[in-house]
């Protein structure tokens, strides 16, 4: 009975490591940080309404929203209720909500 508690404790720290590695995978350095703030400042976008869309980090954006590039910083941002979204273009996935 012992040797399987420990098993299960093993196999839940295992996959609590596993979704702590992914959720590091999206690392956004202070340099980028400020690229990116300062980049949106100068280009200000008009701000869209998705229904039914919460702007938490790991929510992916509709196909039909339009991602917008930030020179040397590999995601893409677009402004979404009057707030800045930075998204992952491969996934679409909100990487940071700026307020």
């Known amino acids: 009975m012992r040797m399987h508690l420990t098993s299960a404790a093993a196999a839940l720290l295992l996959l609590a490591g596993v ?8 690392v956004i350095t202070p340099e980028q940080d400020t690229v990116v703030r300062e980049y949106v ?3 200000p976008l008009a701000s869209v309404k998705i229904p039914g869309v919460e702007l938490n980090v790991g929510t992916a954006l ?6 917008h590039e930030v020179p040397n910083v590999k995601y893409r941002y677009v402004v979404v209720d009057n707030r800045t979204v930075l ?13």
């Open 19 to 26: 979704g702590a590695v992914a959720a590091q995978d999206v």
């Open 41 to 43: 400042k100068k280009q």
């Open 62 to 67: 509709p196909d039909t929203v339009e991602l």
């Open 87 to 99: 998204v992952d273009p491969g996934t679409r996935k909100i990487v940071k909500v700026y307020d």
